[in-house]
């Protein structure tokens, strides 16, 4: 698509080959056409739904001449047919992250990975229903709660003009499979070794990537990694350049006796929102004592007043890369930065964009099904955002209600609500020609 279609009936068709295109690492997991067909219109139907019901998703989505009760069984079929594993859902979405990362040529990826808590706070009868702990929103203290809802657990590649998702996993507390998070860890950094074999990796976590089990685990996968400190009485040995020996400490000595070396202004892109801060960098050259693994420490010191960006204002990062010098202490900072963009794409799936906490299903295995799909139609928005034309992309967001997009988060909501305005249209016009109103010629 190289311009704008001369009318709104050549863009819907248009968009809707593009989506069948698009989807073609997913449809080929299904033995016939027909599964195809009710495949493509889960993933169009959530786009115009917005919602993962199954009745909103295949009645919008689907044929305008079938009646819902039909199209809404079409669905309950795909989603829990067994001549489709769950397992061949998961792996479609990784076929699509290969397709990315090779369209995109790069060499050096850089992966987030990060667990979520997907709440359903009044089911009790669904199939292993979990005890999650969830921190937004907050009680009415202002503290986190426990609730009820399933876990899930994503890695991300982050550094690319569109995401690509290279581990997804919907999974219960009770499940015979579960052993442990840190395991579904460990396994997300084995299946993006896995997939990438030849690609230089770096994965990034939050504080839950601060232990000794997941630097082993990366390490065996012989890539780098930078987490934020969540143990600062960790006991360490520091470098001492003039003595020329280790010295033992902690890590929040070292972060309160810092020398910073650089002061800079940097852009922060978070929750739909930008900040210009000003940030200090310090860095170390230290070592854990029990096991002599060699390590650098990037303290980073927030100089700015705002409280709203999630961001501690002192706050240090581990990584296995070495770091003796400024440029290499800005390049942790800058991949660790990265990491949001994950965070942005669970906002877009659970809140005002695809509402997978909303999913109507019983089944564990349905769930894990819907959540795949849910994630196809989040990764063809961000497909649409980062490759099409300019112009093109604003008429949609205008359709959505805005021009221009402000914020990149409003875009890419608003270019959901216009593609599913359009799609909604077309889907109208096609029911008045099967369907004319009596009485009008």
């Known amino acids: 698509m190289e311009s704008l279609p001369q009318n709104g009936h050549d863009l819907a068709q248009a968009t809707q080959e593009s989506l069948k295109q698009f989807l073609r690492p997913f449809t080929r997991i299904f033995p016939d056409r027909r599964l195809q067909r009710n495949g493509e219109a889960l993933i169009r139907g959530l786009i115009v739904s917005q919602s ?33 594993t769950t397992w061949q859902w998961t792996k479609s979405l990784y076929r699509l992250a290969q397709r ?30 979990s005890k999650v702990h969830k921190s937004t929103p907050p009680d009415l203290k202002g503290q986190a709660r426990v609730t009820w809802g399933y876990p899930a657990i994503t890695a991300t590649v982050v550094n690319l003009a569109q995401p690509a998702t290279t581990y997804a996993h919907w999974f219960s507390y009770y499940a015979e499979t579960f052993l442990s998070q840190n395991r ?7 299946m993006t070794r896995t997939l990438f074999p030849n690609k230089k990796l770096c994965f990034v976590l939050d504080a839950a990537g601060d232990n000794r089990k997941f630097f082993e685990w990366v390490e065996a996968a012989e890539a780098t990694w ?14 001492n350049e003039r003595l020329n020996c280790w010295e033992p ?7 309160e006796v810092v020398l910073w070396q650089s002061t800079s202004q940097v852009k922060v892109h978070r929750a739909g929102k930008t900040w210009h801060k000003k940030v200090r960098l310090g860095w ?81 295995e349905g769930m894990q099904r819907m ?34 997009p402000t914020r ?12 599913g305005r359009l799609w909604l249209a077309l889907s109208t016009m096609r029911l008045l020609t099967h369907h004319p109103l009596p009485g009008f010629g």
């Open 408 to 419: 990149r988060r409003n875009g890419l909501y608003r270019l959901l609500w216009g593609l």
């Open 226 to 239: 930078i987490v934020r400190v969540g143990h600062p009485k960790r006991k360490v040995e520091v470098w």
């Open 249 to 255: 400490t902690t890590i929040r000595e070292l972060m």
């Open 100 to 129: 990315t990362v090779r369209e995109a040529g790069a060499e050096t990826l850089v992966v987030a990975i990060d667990p979520v808590q997907l709440e359903k706070p009044y089911a009790r009868r669904v199939e292993r229903v």
């Open 52 to 84: 993962p019901h199954i009745t909103k998703a295949m009645w919008t989505g689907g044929e305008p001449s079938a009646s819902a009760w039909a199209q809404a069984k079409r669905g309950y079929r795909l989603l829990h047919t067994p001549r489709v």
């Open 184 to 190: 579904e860890i460990q396994r997300a950094v084995r």
């Open 284 to 364: 170390y050259r230290i070592r854990l004592p029990e096991s002599g693994r060699v390590l650098s420490l990037v303290v980073v010191n927030n100089l700015t007043e705002a409280k709203d960006e999630g961001e501690e204002r002192l706050f240090g990062l581990l990584t296995n890369r070495e770091v003796l010098a400024l440029e290499q202490a800005q390049e942790v900072y800058r991949d660790w930065r990265l990491r949001h963009r994950i965070e942005d794409g669970y906002r877009f799936v659970q809140e005002a964009g695809l509402d997978i906490e909303q999913v109507m299903v019983h089944s564990l």
């Open 371 to 404: 959540f795949v799909a849910v994630l196809w139609a989040m990764h063809f928005i961000a497909h649409i955002l980062a490759s099409w034309p300019q112009e093109v992309l604003v008429w949609l967001q205008w359709l959505g209600g805005q021009i221009p």
